[in-house]
T-cell receptor
Framework: GNSVTQMEGPVTLSEEAFLTINCTYTATGYPSLFWYVQYPGEGLQLLLKATKADDKGSNKGFEATYRKETTSFHLEKGSVQVSDSAVYFCALSDPNAGKSTFGDGTTLTVKP | DGGITQSPKYLFRKEGQNVTLSCEQNLNHDAMYWYRQDPGQGLRLIYYSQIVNDFQKGDIAEGYSVSREKKESFPLTVTSAQKNPTAFYLC?????????????FGPGTRLTVL
């Protein structure tokens, strides 16, 4: 079956630090890959996505590249802000499975 | 504005009672999903529906039931058979189930069993 493994948290960074959250996946087909963000007490919001190998998704300074050879989709941001503090979920969508698979989430705290 | 609404935001129930969580979407999406999230945990899929009048069990369906009589609505009933129902419940939708499309999430309902 499909699975998504995320870097364990929590992650604590100072403002303007570089962020990397690792994500690797296992899938039988050719999935699309996503990063979602969840702020306290809210639902998830799509942050970025990539639908095929070597695609780069980007949004609000965050980037992730679909690496088929390493089955990875690591999230990066060059300079984090306090407002980036949230829980980040890596996910894949496989048309053969009929549903999505989510990682366990990584909590990011950015301190001023 | 298009989106997904869940109501109520907070819900309290006594042990042994059934309770129904509402989920409505006006995005004209075919697929809808229910997830459970426990503190510090990821999402676990309860039920999903790809089209009206059809739905499938997810990973933790025991103690829950759903219906999909209308495209825009996918209510979840937490029955008394669910042994530990206190959790945050999230509803989501997408244009097609399992295709290359992202899911859109509602704001969630926090259920507390007293």
């Amino acid at each position: 079956g499909n699975s998504v493994t995320q870097m364990e948290g929590p992650v604590t960074l100072s403002e303007e630090a570089f962020l990397t959250i690792n994500c690797t996946y296992t899938a039988t087909g050719y999935p699309s890959l996503f990063w979602y963000v969840q702020y306290p007490g809210e639902g998830l919001q799509l942050l970025l996505k990539a639908t095929k190998a070597d695609d780069k998704g980007s949004n609000k300074g965050f980037e992730a590249t679909y690496r088929k050879e390493t089955t990875s989709f690591h999230l990066e941001k060059g300079s984090v802000q306090v407002s980036d503090s949230a829980v980040y979920f890596c996910a894949l969508s496989d048309p053969n499975a009929g549903k999505s698979t989510f990682g366990d989430g990584t909590t990011l705290t950015v301190k001023p | 504005d298009g989106g997904i609404t869940q109501s109520p935001k907070y819900l309290f129930r006594k042990e042994g009672q059934n309770v129904t969580l509402s989920c409505e979407q006006n995005l004209n999406h075919d697929a809808m999903y229910w997830y459970r999230q426990d503190p510090g945990q990821g999402l676990r899929l309860i039920y999903y529906s790809q089209i009206v009048n059809d739905f499938q069990k997810g990973d933790i369906a025991e103690g829950y039931s759903v219906s999909r009589e209308k495209k825009e609505s996918f209510p979840l009933t937490v029955t008394s058979a669910q042994k530990n129902p206190t959790a945050f419940y999230l509803c989501a939708s997408s244009t097609e189930a399992g295709r290359y499309n992202e899911q859109f999430f509602g704001p969630g309902t926090r259920l507390t069993v007293l």
